[in-house]
């Protein structure tokens, strides 16, 4: 069956860090990977995506490259921001209109 | 539009009570899911519908009940329902065809069960 893995949380960091969160993924066939990011008090929003081994998602500075050797897909950004801190959840999706598997998520909490 | 909305967006009921909430997305998606979160948990799939009928129900209880009227709303009537039903419902939305896309979530209905 399918999994995703995620770093654990909490993550807390200082305004302009590095930022990584692991994700690591086991599937059939070849899955879309998706980042999702959640608000306190709101659903989840699409932050990127990649469809096929090798493509690279990016949205608002965030990037994740989709490594099929490693069955992996980071999340990295360069600078982050006290308006980055939010739950990230990794997602596979391997059907259309299909089930997704999330990971766990991973609280991010950034101090000025 | 590229916008999910959901009512209400909190409800508190009673476990005689009967209500329902509802989902509408106007992006032409022809599918549509429920899920159920649990504070600092991921969400977990209940229902998905494709092209306005069932097509994945995860084993929900009978107290869940869905119904897609037609492709843009979505409901889920409650009935009966036990206190450890409380949780935020999202109702999320997709496009059908081609690579699997990604989801559109509302915002949530925060439910209470007392």
């Known amino acids: 069956g399918n999994s995703v893995t995620q770093m654990e949380g909490p993550v807390t960091l200082s305004e302009e860090a590095f930022l990584t969160i692991n994700c690591t993924y086991t599937?059939?066939?070849?899955?879309?990977l998706f980042w999702y990011v959640q608000y306190p008090g709101e659903g989840l929003q699409l932050l990127l995506k990649a469809t096929k081994a090798d493509d690279k998602g990016s949205n608002k500075g965030f990037e994740a490259t989709y490594r099929k050797e490693t069955t992996s897909f980071h999340l990295e950004k360069g600078s982050v921001q006290v308006s980055d801190s939010a739950v990230y959840f990794c997602a596979l999706c391997n059907t259309n209109a299909g089930k997704s598997t999330f990971g766990d998520g991973t609280t991010l909490t950034v101090k000025p | 539009d590229t916008e999910v909305t959901q009512t209400p967006k909190h409800l508190v009921m009673g476990m005689t009570n009967k209500k329902s909430l509802k989902c509408e997305q106007h992006m032409g998606h022809r599918a549509m899911y429920w899920y159920k979160q649990k504070a600092k948990k991921p969400p977990e799939l209940m229902f998905v519908?494709?092209?306005?009928?069932?097509?994945i129900n995860e084993s929900v209880p009978s107290r869940f009940s869905p119904e897609c009227p037609n492709s843009s709303l979505l409901n889920l009537h409650l009935h009966a329902l036990q206190p450890e039903d409380s949780a935020l419902y999202l109702c999320?939305?997709?496009?059908?065809?081609?690579?699997?896309?990604?989801?559109?979530f509302g915002p949530g209905t925060r439910l209470t069960v007392t």
């Open positions: 999320a939305s997709s496009q059908v065809g081609g690579n699997p896309s990604e989801q559109y």
């Open positions: 599937a059939t066939g070849y899955p879309s």
């Open positions: 519908y494709s092209y306005e009928k069932l097509s």
